[in-house]
């Protein structure tokens, strides 16, 4: 079953940590990288982060180097996107994706192949 599964947002004051967690098949996981996106009211759908799926390189988009880190527990089927030092514009809807991308670079939209459901984050105070 070819299936993404977010978990982990939820409200959290400014500077603050969440973790996500995106449960993949593990087809998915076999030969698709996974891609961590966000929307947020009113904005297109951009890229936060990568992890290749043979490699294990990761690409981070500008606005959260430092500040996120991606990781994959290949037992559990699961990649975590660990978000730390957050500000009032992270929050956002964040996907997690089935993606063909190396992640050599920033990811598109349009490399995906299957996407999660979403979950919330709110970074307020």
């Known amino acids: 079953q070819l299936q993404l599964v977010e978990s982990g947002g939820g409200l959290v004051q400014p500077g603050g940590s969440l973790r996500l967690s995106c449960a993949a098949s593990?087809?998915?996981?076999?030969?698709?990288?996974i891609g961590w996106f966000r929307q947020a009211p009113g904005k297109e759908r951009e890229g936060v982060s990568c992890?290749?799926?043979?490699?294990?390189?990761?690409n981070y988009a500008d606005s959260v180097k430092g500040r996120f880190t991606i990781s994959r527990d290949n037992a559990k089927n699961t990649v975590y996107l660990q978000m730390n030092s957050l500000k009032p514009e992270d929050t956002a809807v964040y996907y997690c994706?089935?993606?063909?991308?190396?992640?050599?670079?920033?990811?598109?939209?349009?490399?995906?192949?299957?996407w999660g459901q979403g979950t919330q984050v709110t970074v307020s105070s």
């Open positions: 994706a089935a993606t063909l991308s190396r992640c050599g670079g920033p990811i598109k939209s349009d490399s995906v192949r299957y």
């Open positions: 593990k087809f998915i996981l076999d030969f698709y990288g």
């Open positions: 992890i290749n799926s043979s490699s294990g390189s990761t």
